[in-house]
């Protein structure tokens, strides 16, 4: 059965970083789309980083750019979003999915297939 699940979150302070992991079973993320959304209290679903499927490509909103990082580990079936200098705005529940259709980017979360617990992120002082 494939699953994915997330673990990293926690409380930090602004200014901080976390790392935040996403473990793959019963498929192999490397051969495919994986993305990271967000969604705080009251707000949509939003896409944070992609990496993709066919040359590993990636993607970040505006809003992370040039504090988020996206990789892969592949020999630990992991991807990873590593966050720095974190802001309270920052605050939500992240899910890390997977699209096995797309061979590039992916940036709606309707077109993703598996999705993750979620693990909640707190940047407060």
């Known amino acids: 059965q494939a699953q994915l699940a997330e673990s990293g979150g926690g409380l930090v302070q602004p200014g901080g970083s976390l790392r935040l992991s996403c473990a793959g079973s019963?498929?192999?993320?490397?051969?495919?789309?994986i993305g990271w959304f967000r969604q705080a209290p009251g707000k949509e679903r939003e896409v944070v980083a992609c990496?993709?499927?066919?040359?590993?490509?990636?993607y970040y909103a505006d809003s992370v750019k040039g504090r988020f990082t996206i990789s892969r580990d592949n020999a630990k079936n992991t991807v990873y979003l590593q966050m720095n200098r974190l802001p309270p705005a920052d605050t939500a529940v992240y899910y890390c999915?997977?699209?096995?259709?797309?061979?590039?980017?992916?940036?709606?979360?309707?077109?993703?297939?598996?999705w993750g617990q979620g693990t909640q992120v707190t940047v407060s002082s």
């Open positions: 999915g997977a699209d096995l259709e797309a061979m590039g980017l992916s940036l709606i979360s309707d077109e993703y297939t598996y």
């Open positions: 019963g498929f192999t993320l490397e051969y495919n789309t």
């Open positions: 990496i993709s499927s066919s040359d590993s490509s990636t």
